[in-house]
């Protein structure tokens, strides 16, 4: 599908999330990695807010902010957390620039647009001592593909199951501290509200670019339903080794 930002953001805005994730997910990697108190979080790829949120409850002592390219999502966020004060924030950035120190950084389905590798030498440079990066990846359950996992991930090149998922994080010099499926209701999260977005916006009059953007749309849903639990991202929670 040729690239229409305006017909894709149309369709993009006011959705509550920007990938499939749910609060129970940022729990189980704020465990995993034991993060508690006053420590300073990052959310790379915020999106709209709902991790960061998320994020900003579970931690309550915590500083964070979230950083994303697309100006209005950042202004959702800010909604989503202005009752948490001045302790979290969130800014339009470059997530490939993250300063630091964070003693997390959470990114939840963002990181393929700087690849496993290159974003994890990046954010390591950003991390405090001792810190953690928690992410989600597409992945493969089994190979070979069904033929509905295989169309849904027709796009991104660099699919790859979870042990090739792990050698890419220790590749870039991390190591894997645990790991979880994202599958079925944390999808649904993400693909319950488009489905209802994309109704919405084919009752009134749309143009080419907007009708090709909503059929695509349509058809990654139902390539998700054939798919099922064979369509999946993997949680990692991962430190320096």
């Known amino acids: 599908m040729s690239w229409d930002p305006d017909a894709f953001f149309t369709l993009h805005s006011d959705l509550p999330r920007e990938g499939p994730?749910?609060?129970?997910?940022v729990h189980w990697a704020l465990s995993v990695a034991g993060v508690s108190g006053s420590v300073s979080v990052c959310d790379a790829g915020c999106g709209p807010g709902a991790d960061l949120e998320t994020l900003a409850a579970?931690?309550?002592q915590?500083?964070?902010v979230g950083i994303e390219t697309h100006p209005p999502?950042?202004?959702?966020?800010?909604s989503r957390v202005a009752r948490f004060g001045d302790r979290v924030t969130a800014d339009v950035g470059d997530m490939s620039r993250l300063t630091g120190p964070f003693d997390l950084i959470w990114s939840a389905g963002a990181l393929y647009f700087l690849g496993v590798q290159a974003g994890l030498r990046a954010w390591a440079k950003a991390l405090a001592p001792g810190g953690y990066v928690a992410f989600s990846e597409p992945v493969a359950v089994t190979w070979p593909l069904s033929a509905s996992a295989?169309?849904?991930w027709e796009e991104y090149s660099a699919?790859?199951?979870l042990p090739g998922l792990v050698a890419q994080v220790e590749a870039a010099g991390f190591e894997v501290m645990n790991h979880r499926l994202i599958t079925g209701a944390a999808w649904a999260a993400y693909y319950d509200p488009m489905r209802h977005r994309v109704a919405a916006l084919r009752k009134s009059a749309v143009d080419d670019a907007l009708a090709r953007v909503l059929d695509e749309a349509d058809r990654e849903i139902a390539l998700w339903e054939e798919g099922g639990?064979?369509?999946a991202y993997a949680l990692l929670v991962t430190r320096p080794a």
């Open 73 to 78: 999502f950042i202004d959702a966020a800010r």
């Open 159 to 161: 699919l790859t199951d």
């Open 229 to 231: 639990d064979d369509i």
């Open 21 to 25: 994730g749910l609060p129970e997910d």
């Open 58 to 60: 579970a931690l309550p």
């Open 62 to 64: 915590a500083r964070l």
């Open 150 to 152: 295989a169309a849904f």
